[in-house]
């Protein structure tokens, strides 16, 4: 396939190096770039995009990879539509949650692909994150208000991790990594995270949803869990979201002063949303009138 254009993308937080492509017919494509050293990681992301396509997901499909000189490529079709955080502001309620319900149906979708028979137990792997992240946490020069309020809850549930099932994970998937395209259709994109755990802990990203669109990320969990959401995914979603959060601050540092403000303004987002960690379920979740969920709730 031959290509007339190309137009650099300065956008999103990956290392590859996008790009815009046109060709002779005037149809337009996605160019990620990376280096030589990540072709085995870009060769199974590609690998795993063509599975989760097979599988009917909206979403950037896989049409070419290979090699070029010292970088890795490979080819996507273009989402010719716009991020769905910016349409999400000028919906309805009720649009918004089906969207959400609808990102919810297709992460149960990407979440069927079982995780290889050779992975490590996810208790004995997270916990390992886990007593990273708080020791990094803890050496770290910056803190966030009341971070102890997440290492405690942290600490009170890590028997939640024990025998938890692992599947394919998209790796980052919130509100900023979706698109709306012309026909209103929900798209999926940028699978470079991708992985295998807890399909639970794919849900750590909502936080970015929650801030946004709340009935989004509320229409995510109902349409994931089929309006049936176990108290006991809250409990590990709190944990989970605890420990990205620590990491979070750390995490910031390099990139400079707004983006340590922005992670510590979001952990006292959070603790106002479980109030302080004593709440499993979160203040941004609304269950809409009528629906099954709150139906469901009503006879507990």
Not at 34 to 62: H, N, T, W, Y
Request: with cysteine.
């Amino acid at each position: 396939m031959k290509y007339f254009t190309k137009e650099q993308i300065n956008k999103g937080w990956s290392s590859d190096r996008k790009y815009c492509l046109t060709d002779e017919n005037g149809s337009r494509y996605l160019l990620r770039v990376s280096d030589i050293a990540q072709l085995g990681v870009k060769q199974q992301e590609f690998d795993m995009m063509k599975r989760v396509a097979s599988l009917g997901v909206p979403m950037c499909m896989p049409i070419e990879f290979g090699v070029c000189e010292d970088s890795v490529y490979s080819v996507q079709s273009w989402i010719d539509g716009v991020d769905a955080e910016e349409v999400m502001k000028k919906l309805s309620d009720t649009e918004q949650y089906e969207y959400g319900l609808e990102a919810g149906r297709i992460l149960r979708k990407i979440h069927s692909i079982p995780a290889p028979a050779e992975q490590e137990d996810w208790e004995s792997r997270f916990n390992r994150k886990i007593d990273n992240k708080i020791k990094k946490y803890s050496e770290c020069p910056i803190k966030c208000d009341n971070g102890q309020a997440f290492i405690e809850y942290i600490n009170a549930n890590r028997g939640l991790l024990k025998n938890r099932l692992q599947v394919y994970q998209h790796g980052d998937y919130h509100i900023g990594n979706m698109m709306i395209d012309r026909d209103g259709r929900l798209i999926i994109i940028d699978f470079n995270r991708n992985d295998f755990g807890d399909p639970w802990e794919e849900f750590n990203r909502i936080v970015w949803s929650a801030q946004k669109a709340p009935l989004f990320a509320s229409g995510m969990v109902d349409g994931y869990f089929d309006d049936d959401v176990p108290h006991e995914f809250w409990k590990l979603l709190a944990l989970y979201i605890s420990s990205n959060t620590l990491s979070s601050i750390y995490w910031a540092i390099p990139f400079g002063k707004d983006e340590v403000e922005t992670m510590q303004n979001q952990a006292r987002d959070i603790l106002s949303w479980y109030d302080n960690m004593k709440n499993s379920i979160p203040s941004w979740y609304v269950i809409p009138a009528g629906s099954k969920q709150q139906l469901s709730n009503a006879l507990i």
